[in-house]
């Protein structure tokens, strides 16, 4: 289904030569496996995590995806990939608040270094705060560290104090 769905993308565009992407995602780069005649397999789980979430995002609410790819250790790039693909803030302001009444402040910080903008200031400023103070009580600190770092350079002046923080970590 997920191959399907990635197929019929290309096929709205007209400029696209699908039977020539899909030869050469087949034979030079090794990214498709064909399963059967005419049906195709991604072989990198990357590329599934994406499509995936890109159907979620099309058909499924916020409440949903955050059950189902908010618990899941093993889905949780699936909700980074739907983070980057949302533009709606308030449901972004959601994804957020699910973590910070969890206390799952590195998962939140996370989601929010996919964001493509910041949907709350303030709540930003909350999280960056919350994984310093992480840093400054642990020894093993590189994860929070780096993640703060991320959201430092990638959000920049929408959330001055992340520099700040880093740089005091």
């Known amino acids: 289904a997920i191959c399907h769905h990635a197929y019929s993308i290309f096929r709205e565009k ?8 899909i030869e050469e995602m087949l034979k030079i780069n ?6 059967d005649q005419e049906l195709y397999t991604f072989s990198h789980r ?3 995590e994406y499509l995936a979430a890109g159907e979620a995002l099309r058909i499924r609410e916020i409440q949903e995806i955050l059950k189902h790819f908010g618990t899941r250790a093993d889905l949780a790039e699936v909700l980074l ?3 980057s693909l949302k533009k709606n803030l308030p449901q972004l ?3 957020l608040q699910h ?6 402040w590195k998962r939140a910080a996370q989601c929010l270094i996919n964001m493509q903008e910041v949907p709350d200031e303030s709540l930003a400023k909350e999280i960056c705060e919350h994984l310093y103070k992480s840093i400054c009580d642990s020894v093993d600190y590189d994860t929070e560290l780096e993640i703060l770092s991320s959201i430092a350079q990638i959000h920049g002046e ?4 992340a ?3 880093f740089t005091s970590a």
């Open 14 to 21: 007209e400029q696209t030569d699908v039977d020539a992407l």
């Open 93 to 95: 302001r959601e994804v």
């Open 158 to 161: 929408a959330i001055e104090s």
């Open 46 to 48: 990357t590329f599934q």
């Open 81 to 83: 990939f739907y983070c």
């Open 30 to 35: 090794g990214i498709l496996k064909e399963s």
């Open 99 to 104: 973590f910070k009444a969890l206390n799952e």
């Open 163 to 165: 520099g700040q923080l």
